[in-house]
């Protein structure tokens, strides 16, 4: 079956090999300065000195990486690509839309002030955070069904 | 809708991951159109009915809420 707008099933591995390695970047520095986006490229803006350029090039990588590498795990082919799991894709595409959108308006309700920035920034990566956990348990919910039903 | 496929696949003596390999889908797939939690394409659907040299109509049947 012709499968449109799929990643090829190697770049799985890379997207994982992407987030592993910006996770193990952010915790290290984390450890080191006690924060990963640093609140001073907001703060202090004219003239921008060096290092705060750097952090916002870090920034930027890091969280280009981590949207490419959630794209990849997502939308890379599986091993056998058919058409049930094109549906199931799609399906979850959706529910994931849903669920983002509604959780996205119980904190506009609720939350307030700074810390619904973070809700914003984290709005960025959850569809396809959301997308990825429920195709992924679809399949694995499919699998066990087989092995109940084992011929 | 409803499916013989179980029944014919006994009858052949195939199992579900030897259909799968036949028509090219994954053994998921066949599970999910045996237990009727997936509807397939036209076209997966004369595969299947090819692979078991019958009409398509004598495998898969429209149920009353269809």
């Known amino acids: 079956m012709k499968t449109r707008f799929l990643f090829p099933h190697q770049f799985r591995l890379i997207g994982i ?8 970047f952010c915790g ?20 921008i000195p060096c290092d705060v350029w750097m952090q916002i090039i870090y920034n930027d ?21 058919d058409e049930q799991l094109s549906q199931l894709r799609l399906d979850s595409l959706q529910w994931a839309v849903y669920v983002n ?29 959301f997308f990825i956990i429920r195709f992924h348990w679809k399949i694995y ?10 011929i | ?8 696949r006994a009858i052949k003596n195939i199992t579900q991951a ?4 036949l028509i090219g889908v994954s053994r998921q797939t066949i599970n999910t159109i045996e237990s ?17 040299g019958k009409a398509v109509e004598e495998i898969f049947i429209l149920e009353e809420e269809d």
């Open chain 1, 17 to 24: 090999v992407l987030l592993v390695v910006i996770a193990i």
């Open chain 1, 28 to 47: 290290v520095h984390q450890y080191q300065t006690g924060g990963i986006f640093s609140s001073t490229s907001l703060g202090n803006l004219n003239p």
């Open chain 1, 61 to 81: 990588i890091l969280q280009v990486g981590i949207i490419l590498g959630l794209l990849f795990i997502g939308f890379s082919k599986e091993k056998i690509e």
């Open chain 1, 101 to 129: 959108y509604g959780l996205f308006i119980l904190c506009i309700v609720f939350i307030y002030d700074w810390k619904f920035l973070s809700v914003i920034i984290f709005n960025i990566i959850t569809p396809l955070l």
């Open chain 1, 141 to 150: 919910s499919n699998n066990r069904f087989i092995k109940d039903d084992a």
């Open chain 2, 1 to 8: 809708m409803k499916n013989t496929i179980r029944v014919e």
């Open chain 2, 18 to 21: 030897d259909l799968a390999d």
């Open chain 2, 36 to 52: 009727n939690r997936y509807v397939p394409s036209t076209v997966l659907a004369l595969k299947i009915a090819r692979v078991f």
